[in-house]
């Protein structure tokens, strides 16, 4: 029967593991006492997870990790549990070589820190010079005391003291949002109607794979500290373009987004293996990390783990404690995969991304938060910042007019506008406002624009690029005559950059010897998985 493919595969997948790695998975049939026990420990996950209503087993497949975390439907997408078994027996500890190269550079730096006075010891040019050496030789750089106390400390208490308390719905609370993953912007762009999508988008907002909160702000209004903070680390990248070792990479990175306070709280929440911009089209450049936790330990969680490059790396680079006062810095790009251990006390953290004006120019929704959203760093003039990224005269001419205004309402430059270029920046701004539709006057700004920055022949490169890599994974699949595993389809590339399964050869090359299974099923078999099943990871945890 089709329903014992998932649990085909999962035995499949199982069996070409490393044999050291063994068992990574318990089967439990349910009904039964094994299964029911399992189960009861997971109840109020599932409840979360089905929007507070009781979870029905039957004809269900439902994991349950060794961290508390439970993941649902895995009858639809069994590929998540296949990633859990990969995690748990593929991960290599850091590399001896590597090790080297990072204690050489953060060495030096903890030294002056610790000699240093905290939020001041960073600011020499030759310090800078050092953090721009590690970003060029090992992809980040880990800087202690970034703050002045009293500073790190507003931050901390703004964010725990404006934390709401309880579950965070879709519709979000008192500011704070649940953390978006690419499931949630399927959900909104898939058809249906208005309680169809609300419903699909509640459910991806609780899903595993990511448990954060967040609120954005970039006033002291918002969030007490903010500016402090933005000043202090738009000093530091405004440092970092002027060395000689990053500053092709940082060219055109004169812009930055709001602040995003961040809480993982507890209960294991985690974020799964992603990068922040593997496919280059939204703009970030650099990630900046400033954790804010008092009195962490190791028990806690929340560690920040980077990979070696690229999303295949299953090698360990670093963790990295997310400790009071500690900023966090590393390239946005595939070369830093990363993801967020599971927390088990509340991670509190605030994130600012470093934005590539030129290559926002080239991506639709990364020009439309370029133009209307992101700050200009440092107190460069943001004309003249978006100006410098054009690549045209034509494109000079209406980033000069967009730049003008300042974000809020404000008119510096305004006044150095005909009626006419003032006239343009109302009508591209209103046409951005309404995303582009609603009337011909807006769609028309949208051709004006595709054609002056290349947005739909980016969009379609970046599809073929997906793609091909999509069919070479699938490929995998139909030399071997299997069925496409659920989970796994074509299309349409999204911003997010989660882990998939490895699809090692040796995975298809079993899974063939099985695929009959997948027709002729045992009595027992069938009935295990008509009746729904619960796959539990064992309680084998990787040393941290």
């Not at 997870?49 to 029905?56: F, M, V």
């Not at 933005?230 to 930055?256: M, Y």
């Amino acid at each position: 029967s089709a329903s014992a493919c998932p649990l085909d595969i999962v035995r499949s997948r199982e069996s070409s593991l490393p044999l050291a790695a063994r068992p990574t998975v318990k089967l439990l049939e349910w009904p039964s006492p094994a299964a029911d026990a399992v189960l009861a420990g997971a109840d109020a996950k599932l409840r979360e997870q089905n929007l507070g209503r009781a979870y029905e087993m039957s004809g269900k497949m439902v994991a349950v990790l060794p961290s508390g975390l439970v993941l649902p439907d895995c009858h639809l997408d069994v590929m998540q549990l296949i990633y859990e078994m990969e995690s748990v027996s593929m991960i290599q500890p850091p590399r001896p070589e590597m090790v080297a190269r990072i204690e050489g550079h953060l060495a030096w730096l903890q030294a002056l820190q610790k000699s240093g006075q905290p939020g001041m010891w960073w600011r020499a040019p030759q310090t800078i010079s050092r953090v721009a050496d590690a970003l060029q030789d090992i992809s980040f750089c880990i800087l202690d005391d970034f703050l002045p106390v009293d500073l790190a400390e507003s931050l901390a208490d703004g964010i725990m003291a404006s934390r709401p308390q309880g579950l965070v719905g879709a519709e979000g609370r008192d500011g704070w949002t649940r953390g978006g993953t690419a499931r949630a912007a399927e959900a909104i762009s898939a058809g249906g109607d208005f309680e169809a999508r609300n419903e699909r988008l509640a459910r991806a907002l609780v899903n595993h794979t990511r448990g954060d909160i967040l609120k954005y702000s970039d006033d002291e209004a918002t969030m007490p500290g903010t500016r402090g903070l933005c000043s202090a680390v738009d000093e530091l990248v405004l440092g970092l373009k002027g060395c000689p070792q990053v500053a092709a990479r940082l060219e055109n990175v004169d812009f930055a987004n709001s602040a995003m306070c961040t809480i993982y709280p507890g209960g294991a929440s985690r974020y799964i293996k992603h990068t922040d911009n593997s496919l280059m089209t939204d703009g970030r450049r650099l990630t900046t990390i400033l954790y804010l936790n008092k009195g962490w330990e190791p028990g806690h969680g929340g560690q920040l783990r980077l990979f070696e490059p690229t999303m295949p790396s299953t090698t360990i680079k670093r963790d990295v404690e997310p400790v009071f006062n500690r900023l966090l810095l590393f390239w946005s790009t595939e070369e830093v995969p990363h993801e967020v251990l599971s927390s088990f006390r509340d991670r509190a953290a605030v994130s600012i991304w470093y934005i590539c004006a030129r290559e926002c120019l080239h991506a639709e929704d990364a020009f439309k938060r370029l133009v209307t959203k992101c700050r200009c760093i440092g107190g460069q003039d943001r004309a003249a910042r978006l100006c410098a990224a054009a690549t045209s005269p034509a494109q000079a001419a209406l980033l000069h007019v967009l730049g003008a205004e300042v974000r809020g309402g404000g008119t510096n430059g305004a006044e150095a506008l005909s009626s006419a270029e003032a006239q343009d920046r109302q009508e591209v701004l209103a046409a951005i406002g309404h995303d582009f539709g609603g009337c011909e006057r807006h769609r028309r700004q949208h051709r004006r624009l595709d054609a002056l920055f290349g947005w739909d022949e980016r969009v379609a490169r970046v599809e073929e690029e997906v793609q091909a890599a999509q069919v070479e994974q699938l490929k995998l699949f139909q030399q071997m005559g299997l069925p496409v595993p659920p989970g796994i389809r074509l299309g349409k590339p999204s911003m997010a950059s989660s882990a998939p399964p490895l699809l090692t050869e040796e995975y298809v090359r079993r899974t063939q010897h099985r695929s009959e299974s997948c027709k002729s099923v045992g009595v027992a078999e069938s009935v295990a998985c008509a009746d729904g099943l619960a796959a539990v990871l064992p309680t084998v945890e990787i040393e941290q």
